[in-house]
C-alpha cells in the first residue's frame, strides 16, 4: 500500500475541550488525597530487556523494539557489515540501496534529529517524529540458503508503521518487507550463534513504502543547483506530505 499521508483533525481540538474542563474538587479534600500530590510517585516498571540475537527472529523482534523506542545505539548493533537497504521505487536522484552507514545516518536524523551538526542539513521541524508505532508479522517462513559469502535465512513480513510527527501530517506505511539475516562475523568459537540483519528490501511497494519513507530524512547531496530545503519539499510532496 505504501506511505499513507494522515492529516489530524479532531484529535487535538478534543484534547484542548479536555484539558479547559474545570474540575471540581469537594471541599475538605485532604492533600493526601489529592491525584496531583507530589509526595506520591509511582515507580514505571523497566523496561523489557532486547532479546540475545541467538535466532533470525530475535533480530527482527529487537528491530521492531528499536524502532518503537527510536534507540538508534541499538538499531546500530543489529546491522551486519555487509547489510544494505534496498527499496522500489528509487526517488529522483535517488540511490536504490545504501549501506549500514547510511542506514544509521538517515535513522540518527529520524530518530535524533536535535542532534543533527553542521555542515549537514537540519530537518524540518515538521518531520520530527513524537513517536512510532510499528508491527511486522510474518508472511513467510525462514528459508535458509548459501551463497559466495556463506549461510543464511530470508523471510518475508508484512509491515505496519505509524509516524506521528510534529508537522500536521502523519505517516502510516504498509506493505511487505523481505529480510535476510546472516551470522555474526564477529562471533567468537565456542559462543551461541548470533545473528544480524544482512539485507532489507521494501519488495513490492510501488507506489512508495519505507523507502520513501526513509529518503525524507536523508540529506540530499549537496551542490550549487540543488537545494535540500526544496528537495527536502519534493520528496514530502511525492509521498503527499503536503
Known amino acids: 500500500?505504501?506511505?499513507?499521508?494522515?492529516?489530524?483533525?479532531?484529535?487535538?481540538?478534543?484534547?484542548?475541550?479536555?484539558?479547559?474542563?474545570?474540575?471540581?474538587?469537594?471541599?475538605?479534600?485532604?492533600?493526601?488525597?489529592?491525584?496531583?500530590?507530589?509526595?506520591?510517585?509511582?515507580?514505571?516498571?523497566?523496561?523489557?530487556?532486547?532479546?540475545?540475537?541467538?535466532?533470525?527472529?530475535?533480530?527482527?523482534?529487537?528491530?521492531?523494539?528499536a524502532y518503537r523506542r527510536r534507540d538508534l545505539d541499538k538499531l546500530s548493533t543489529l546491522l551486519h557489515p555487509e547489510f544494505q537497504f534496498l527499496y522500489y521505487p528509487v526517488a529522483p536522484g535517488g540511490p536504490e540501496s545504501w549501506n549500514a552507514a547510511e542506514e544509521i545516518r538517515i535513522h540518527r536524523r529520524m530518530f535524533r534529529p536535535a542532534d543533527i551538526q553542521p555542515p549537514e542539513a537540519p530537518l524540518p521541524v515538521e518531520l520530527w517524529c513524537n513517536s512510532i508505532d510499528i508491527a511486522l508479522s510474518n508472511a513467510s517462513d525462514w528459508e535458509v540458503a548459501v551463497d559466495s559469502t556463506g549461510e543464511f535465512v530470508a523471510a518475508v513480513y508484512n509491515a505496519a508503521v505509524f509516524f506521528e510527527t510534529q508537522g500536521n501530517t502523519d505517516f502510516r506505511i504498509d506493505g511487505p518487507q523481505a529480510f535476510v539475516v546472516k551470522p555474526d562475523p564477529s562471533t567468537r568459537a565456542g559462543e551461541a550463534r548470533k545473528y544480524l540483519l544482512s539485507r532489507w528490501i521494501e519488495t513490492a511497494s510501488r507506489s512508495g513504502g519505507w523507502g520513501r519513507a526513509k529518503a525524507l530524512y536523508r540529506t540530499p547531496v549537496p551542490t550549487p543547483e540543488f537545494d535540500a530545503a526544496s528537495a527536502t519539499r519534493r520528496n514530502a510532496g511525492e509521498v503527499g506530505h503536503r
Open 1 to 65: 500500500m505504501g506511505v499513507v499521508a494522515l492529516k489530524r483533525h479532531s484529535v487535538r481540538s478534543r484534547i484542548a475541550a479536555l484539558l479547559c474542563t474545570t474540575l471540581t474538587i469537594p471541599i475538605g479534600l485532604g492533600a493526601c488525597d489529592s491525584p496531583y500530590d507530589d509526595s506520591y510517585h509511582e515507580t514505571p516498571p523497566p523496561p523489557i530487556p532486547y532479546p540475545e540475537l541467538l535466532s533470525p527472529d530475535a533480530v527482527i523482534t529487537a528491530l521492531t523494539m
